[in-house]
């Protein structure tokens, strides 16, 4: 009788707990959908009906400042010399856009279900706010995401830009961006055709790739995200450190590089001579050592393997 009295009890924990994870899926599926239009206009996306709109703006501004959630941020050049935010909103997120002080404002105001606002389950949406700016020149731009993505498809120049996000990718192809500072958590980072002065780049599991880009001074730290430079240069120094992840490069160009990695293995080509000094604990070393070029390279690891050709 004891073992049936606890059998019974366990199974009903059971039944509750998967009632209330189908409820939970329900709602978050479900939540500001419109059943009676779903096609006529708006776009479906994950259960939400997204009406498209344009906000134009004619109030002048140096500085953009963006906090988005779930939209991905893309930013273009203007083709009529008059700044457009395209954007779409749902029953559950309400963006505002204003200029205040000379600051371009676009911001989220979330209206969501208990099980969204209480993080149960994680849904990325294919959403995407676009800006077209109609000068050639910016002071500072901030953008911060939550799992969307953030994309600089333009060559306006910015003379800062801090770009951040948890779950999304960051994309600049091209950007000119005096000081720049990047942060993901587990989003990727990829630098196209760019010219940048200052770049200061944190991850913990995303990938860094540079191309065709290049850099005064480069700090580009992560854990166990790759860390892969193509045809790049750096003008100063350039320090690159991983936990895990591996550092790989091809026809890089610094004049000085610091390489640290525990467990990651370092390998590539520079495409000018340089002098490497290489350590490791129990890694292999593969490298022509040299003290005449007077452009320094160290790396050091742990157990990584160093392979300089």
């Known amino acids: 009788m004891k073992n049936y009295k606890r059998t019974a009890i366990i199974t009903g924990v059971i039944l509750l707990a998967a009632g209330f994870v189908i409820t939970a899926v329900a709602s978050v599926f479900t939540a500001g959908t419109n059943y009676s239009a779903p096609f006529l206009g708006g776009e ?16 002048p501004f140096e500085n953009i400042y963006i906090d988005e959630t779930s939209a991905n941020v893309h ?15 749902s029953k559950s ?16 105001e979330k209206n969501m279900g208990w099980f969204e606002r209480h993080g149960l389950f994680f849904i990325k949406s294919n959403n995407t706010t676009e800006i077209y700016l109609p000068e050639k020149e910016y002071q500072n731009l901030f953008i911060e995401t939550e799992s969307s993505d953030i994309c600089l498809s333009s060559e306006i120049k910015f003379e800062s830009a801090e770009l951040s996000s948890t779950g999304g990718k960051i994309y600049l192809m091209p950007a000119e961006i005096n000081f720049l500072s990047i942060e993901t958590t587990s ?12 770049c200061s780049v944190t991850t913990t599991s995303g990938n860094f790739y540079s191309q065709d880009s290049n850099f005064s001074s480069l700090n580009c730290s992560t854990i166990s995200g790759e860390i ?3 045809n790049s240069a750096a003008d100063t120094k350039a320090t690159l450190s991983t936990t895990s992840g591996d550092i790989i490069f091809d026809n890089f160009d610094p004049k000085s590089v610091f390489i640290n990695s525990v467990s990651g293995n370092v390998s590539g080509s520079f495409s000018s001579p340089m002098d490497v000094f290489a ?19 160290e790396i050091i690891t742990v157990s990584g393997d160093i392979d300089i050709y």
């Open 75 to 89: 930013i273009f050049p203007s083709d009529d010399d008059i700044c457009h935010v395209k954007y779409k909103n």
């Open 187 to 198: 989003g990727d980072i990829e630098i196209n055709s760019s010219l940048i002065k200052s």
């Open 279 to 297: 350590s490791t604990n129990s890694g292999e070393v593969m490298v022509a050592a040299s003290d005449k070029y007077g452009k320094i390279c």
């Open 93 to 108: 997120e309400n963006r505002s856009i204003s200029v205040e002080n000379g600051t371009l404002k676009i911001t989220v």
């Open 228 to 230: 892969s430079f193509y």
């Open 44 to 59: 479906l996306v994950l259960g939400q009906s997204y009406e498209p709109n344009v906000y134009t703006i004619d109030e």
